[in-house]
T-cell receptor, first 112, second 111 residues
């Protein structure tokens, strides 16, 4: 498809487990963003890539969260030692540059 | 860092009425102000945006106004339709920095 693809769409895990969430951006988009959205809230910025490098990771809540984009396309958000408070929808967006973000449908993470 | 406040949190209107959602931002250096619409189970989708060098922008039934002095911007939807029902988010950013979003407004349009 032509849009941003996120997998899995739903993930249920147990407290303390490790989780990976994947994002396939729109082809050719150099910028990629991760946001977290809790119920009834707006998207909360986590990290932003320009190409392969993290241009801004100031939104990552702690060192359990890490993201990579090794070839400047697909990105993986990694969460170690998950906690119940990590439960949320994790949104990925891509952009050709400054301006409109194109969002995926998100990965819903539930930590039991 | 930037902080974006949005109100109201919920808004109910009759079909055909107008709806107005307002946002304020804290960083006077912010220069890009988009509005996103999010339907249930979907990611947010851009509906209109404005940059700091203009005061108003229109696209059919949707308009956005920006007051840089007061650091606030508003979304105006005229002739609302049931399909306008969704959650609307304002956001702000400067340069290449990431967008900072408001908490959202749930708009309900009843026929």
């Amino acid at each position: 498809g032509a849009g941003v693809s996120q997998t899995p769409s739903n993930k249920v895990t147990e407290k303390g487990k490790y989780v990976e969430l994947r994002c396939d951006p729109i082809s050719g988009h150099t910028a990629l963003y991760w946001y977290r959205q809790s119920l009834g809230q707006g998207p909360e910025f986590l990290i932003y890539f320009q190409g392969t490098g993290a241009a801004d990771d100031s939104g990552l809540p702690n060192d359990r969260f890490f993201a990579v984009r090794p070839e400047g396309s697909v990105s993986t958000l990694k969460i170690q030692r998950t906690e119940r408070g990590d439960s949320a929808v994790y949104l990925c967006a891509s952009s050709p540059g400054i301006g409109e973000l194109f969002f995926g449908e998100g990965s819903r993470l539930t930590v039991l | 860092g930037e902080n974006v406040e949005q109100h109201p949190s919920t808004l109910s209107v009759q079909e055909g009425d107008s709806a107005v959602i307002k946002c304020t931002y804290s960083d006077s250096a912010s220069n890009y102000f988009p509005w996103y619409k999010q339907e249930l189970g979907k990611g947010p989708q851009l509906i209109i945006d404005i940059r700091s060098n203009v005061g108003e922008k229109k696209d059919q039934r949707i308009a956005v106004t920006l007051n840089k002095t007061a650091k606030h911007f508003s979304l105006h939807i005229t002739e609302t339709q049931p399909e306008d029902s969704a959650v609307y988010f304002c956001a702000a950013s400067k340069g290449e920095a990431a967008l900072i979003f408001g908490k959202g407004t749930t708009l309900s349009v009843s026929s």
